[in-house]
T-cell receptor, first 116, second 117 residues
Framework: AQSVAQPEDQVNVAEGNPLTVKCTYSVSGNPYLFWYVQYPNRGLQFLLKYITGDNLVKGSYGFEAEFNKSQTSFHLKKPSALVSDSALYFCAVRDRLYNQGGKLIFGQGTELSVKP | ETGVTQTPRHLVMGMTNKKSLKCEQHLGHNAMYWYKQSAKKPLELMFVYSLEERVENNSVPSRFSPECPNSSHLFLHLHTLQPEDSALYLC????????????????FGDGTRLSIL
């Protein structure tokens, strides 16, 4: 069965410090992996995705994510956090082989709080 | 502007009312989705439409009835809802190729905040 886990409900970071939001996944085949961000009273916004190739993926707003096949992880990172990065972050996975109608499996979300 | 517009943004209704949520996508996509987002819970996929045909219905109660009249519009008809149905309802769309091997992201609207009295 496909699943995604975000082990931290909340991550607190000081502005200017690096941030990491963790994600691990489980799929039968090779995955496509995605990160989304949700600001208050808004829908989810696509940040970045991993398809194949370079394990370090760069996305919007200075975010990047590192794919690690052996650890089945896809952690979201940013070298220097901004207060405006405070939001809810979702990791999602799609199994390349067992994919029906574009279905994504989402993690439960991680609340990122960046303090000045 | 995400390219996916949901109306209304907020809806308060009694348990015996009938209402509909509307979603319109301006991205030329061929697949549309309804999700339910409750506090402290992960996103729940409710329905998937691909090329205007329903391809997934995740054991959603019959008081929720989807309709996809064309590839740009998706509705969620509501009838005799329960207090536990209060949530943010999100619509999304994506472009899916004929094969299952798709890496396309979904694009989300800003949701309808539904409150059941």
């Amino acid at each position: 069965a496909q699943s995604v886990a975000q082990p931290e409900d909340q991550v607190n970071v000081a502005e200017g410090n690096p941030l990491t939001v963790k994600c691990t996944y489980s799929v039968s085949g090779n995955p496509y992996l995605f990160w989304y961000v949700q600001y208050p009273n808004r829908g989810l916004q696509f940040l970045l995705k991993y398809i194949t190739g370079d394990n370090l993926v760069k996305g919007s707003y200075g975010f990047e994510a590192e794919f690690n096949k052996s650890q089945t992880s896809f952690h979201l990172k940013k070298p220097s956090a901004l207060v405006s990065d405070s939001a809810l972050y979702f990791c999602a996975v799609r199994d390349r082989l067992y994919n029906q109608g574009g279905k994504l499996i989402f993690g439960q979300g991680t609340e990122l709080s960046v303090k000045p | 502007e995400t390219g996916v517009t949901q109306t209304p943004r907020h809806l308060v209704m009694g348990m015996t009312n009938k209402k509909s949520l509307k979603c319109e996508q301006h991205l030329g996509h061929n697949a549309m989705y309804w999700y339910k987002q409750s506090a402290k819970k992960p996103l729940e996929l409710m329905f998937v439409y691909s090329l205007e045909e329903r391809v997934e219905n995740n054991s959603v109660p019959s008081r929720f009835s989807p309709e996809c009249p064309n590839s740009s519009h998706l509705f969620l008809h509501l009838h005799t809802l329960q207090p536990e149905d209060s949530a943010l309802y999100l619509c999304a769309s994506s472009q899916e190729p004929p094969s299952a091997n798709s890496n396309q992201p979904q694009h989300f609207g800003d949701g309808t905040r539904l409150s059941i009295l």
